[in-house]
Structure formats: structure tokens, C-alpha cells
């Protein structure tokens, strides 16, 4: 078996392959290759798999799949593997660091103590978490594991899921809500919805004006998620007093503005989204973070432990 693996740190690679002796990991480009092991900033469209006509496995090292036509691999009879659950603590645990730098303005006392050498607290107040009503969206482990370290805050939980589970519920200790209902009542509205269809600007223009006036939002889910022109018209209206994004909408474009620009032709919807991200990025009420909850030791080598059973099942599966 053939692997292709694209690597976001060359001792992952490693790490992998001690793990998988028999396998040949090959460079990009071998058009031999049946496996292909992703991050999610590698898109895999029918292009990339015309590339590899022997492609039997694509191999995410992600909970999410849509950086990869689905359907067209199905066409073709490629497999394809994820990691679901690897990052319910990590990913929980750096939404929860980006409320408390927003609530207790962590980042704004830091620049003035190295940029300006002062002390001075005026400014700086910012306020407690226990007594205040975080919105979690979406209850998958990770929306789950963010309401049990919410009730640690002695936070209220509000949470809006497509599925109802009573029995969590009670476990947990939080309330059910329809969005809307959340958007109103929420000092924190924190997203942890996977990116599909239903989930396309799941907060929006429509509805921004639904979230509780002063309300913080976060997002470590997926750009998309959030139309980035809401989030900026709740900013501008004072709807929203500040957010934590890990997660940009086109935050591929953002990586690689000079190739957006200079391409043959450049989207006008994708340059007015760079346009408004960069607002963001220099918005003072705004914390963004280059894409790395999920980015702990622990949680990598999960991935990585989980990637490795993927391919080793799918080889063995063959092999019979």
C-alpha cells in the first residue's frame, strides 16, 4: 500500500509512519498512490483525484469532511476516513481561553504593559463568568465538554441541537434551546457545529440582530459557519461586544491574498470577505487565532493514533 502524507509537521510524519511498517509512504505527485492522509487545509476535489487513478483511501486527520468531495469519491469507490471526537477537550478548552481573554482583556493589558511599560489598571476592568448564560451551539463532545467546564464557571447553560438528549441534559445540568431563544439570552454564544449545508452561515444577517445586545461570540468550528458581513454589522451596531475566532470565513484566501488578487479572475464575494476579515483582525474587541484549537501534543497524537488504525484497517480490509 502506497501513502501519500501531507504533512503539517515532519515529525508527524514520522510519528506515523514507525507506526505503519509494511507501508511505503511515497512523494506527492506518485500517481501509484491509494492513500492519501489530509489536514483540512488540503482540499481534495475531482482534480486531485485525477491525479491518483490507484486512490482507494483518503485518510482526513479531522473530524470535519468538507474539504473533500464526498460524492465524486463515492463515484469513484474511494473510502474515506476521519477522526471524530479526538479534540472534545482541546478545542473546548481554547474556546474557553478565548472567552476569559475577552471577559478579563488578557490581550489588551498585555500590549500595554510590553508596548507602553504602565501598569495602570484603568480600562481594564472586565467582568465574571459564574452567574452569566453561555449559548453553546451544537452538542456533539465537543459543545458537551464546553457546557461542563461552563458549569465549572457557575455559568448558566443554554444549548440548541438538532438532536435532544434529556438524559444529558440533566447529567450536565443545562437547558435546551431553540437558536433564536439562545441568541437572545446569551452573554456567550460559543459554536461547535460541524460545516454542511444546514450549517452555511448558520449566524447570519437575518438573525444577528436576534443575539442579546453586548453578547460575545466564538467561534472554533469551522469560518463558514458565521456570515463574516453579521459578525461585522454586530460589531459596528454594538450588538456585539466582542468575539473569539479561531476561524475565518475564506480563511485559505487570507493564507494566500496575492494569488486571490492577482488570479485571472478574483471573486468579488471572496474579496469583500478578505476585505471584512482584515477589519476584524484589526478590530480591538476581536481576538483572532491562526486556526489552532485543536493544536495540542495530546490532540495531534490522538489524530495521529486514529489515523494510523484508519489505515491499518482499511489495508487489512484489503488484504483479505
Not at 490581550?107 to 463568568?129: N, P, R, W
Not at 449545508?197 to 438573525?207: D, G, M, Q, V, W
Not at 479561531?246 to 464575494?269: A, I, N, R, T
Request: hydrophobic share 40%; net charge negative; with cysteine.
Amino acid at each position: 500500500m502506497k501513502v501519500i502524507y501531507f504533512a503539517k509537521e515532519e515529525w508527524e510524519k514520522e510519528y506515523v509512519k514507525q507506526r505503519l511498517p509494511g507501508v511505503e509512504f511515497v512523494q506527492d505527485g506518485d500517481a501509484d498512490a491509494e492513500v492519501l492522509s489530509v489536514f483540512v487545509n488540503h482540499p481534495v476535489d475531482a482534480a486531485q483525484m485525477d491525479k491518483y487513478p490507484k486512490l482507494k483511501l483518503i485518510a482526513t486527520r479531522s473530524t470535519g469532511v468538507d474539504h473533500i468531495d464526498v460524492q465524486e469519491a463515492k463515484k469513484r469507490n474511494i473510502s474515506v476516513a476521519s477522526v471524530p471526537g479526538y479534540g472534545a477537550p482541546t478545542v473546548a478548552e481554547f474556546a474557553f481561553t478565548l472567552i476569559l481573554a475577552l471577559s478579563r482583556k488578557v490581550c489588551d493589558a498585555h500590549k500595554q504593559v510590553t508596548e507602553t511599560g504602565s501598569f495602570s489598571q484603568k480600562g481594564l476592568t472586565g467582568f465574571d463568568l459564574a452567574g452569566k448564560t453561555i449559548g453553546v451551539v451544537g452538542c456533539g463532545k465537543i459543545g458537551q465538554h464546553t457546557a461542563r467546564i461552563a458549569k465549572g464557571f457557575g455559568m448558566l447553560v443554554l444549548v440548541s441541537d438538532a438532536f435532544k438528549n434529556d438524559a444529558l441534559a440533566k447529567e450536565i445540568g443545562f437547558t435546551y434551546a431553540e437558536l433564536p431563544e439562545l441568541l437572545g439570552k446569551s452573554d456567550v454564544i460559543s459554536l461547535h457545529v460541524p460545516y454542511m449545508k444546514e450549517t452555511h452561515h448558520l449566524i447570519n444577517s437575518r438573525n444577528v440582530g436576534q443575539i442579546k445586545k453586548g453578547a460575545y461570540l466564538i467561534n472554533t468550528a469551522r469560518g463558514a459557519v458565521v456570515e463574516t458581513a453579521a459578525i461585522v454589522k454586530a460589531l459596528e451596531d454594538g450588538i456585539l461586544a466582542g468575539a473569539g475566532l479561531d476561524v475565518l470565513e475564506e480563511e485559505g484566501d487570507m493564507q494566500d491574498e496575492m494569488h486571490l488578487l492577482s488570479g485571472p479572475h478574483p471573486k468579488e464575494e471572496e474579496l469583500k470577505i478578505v476585505l471584512e476579515n482584515h477589519y476584524l483582525i484589526d478590530h480591538p474587541r476581536v481576538i483572532i487565532t491562526p486556526h489552532i484549537a485543536f493544536d495540542t501534543r495530546e490532540a495531534i497524537e490522538r489524530i495521529l493514533d486514529t489515523t494510523v488504525e484508519n489505515i491499518k484497517s482499511f489495508t487489512n480490509a484489503q488484504a483479505r
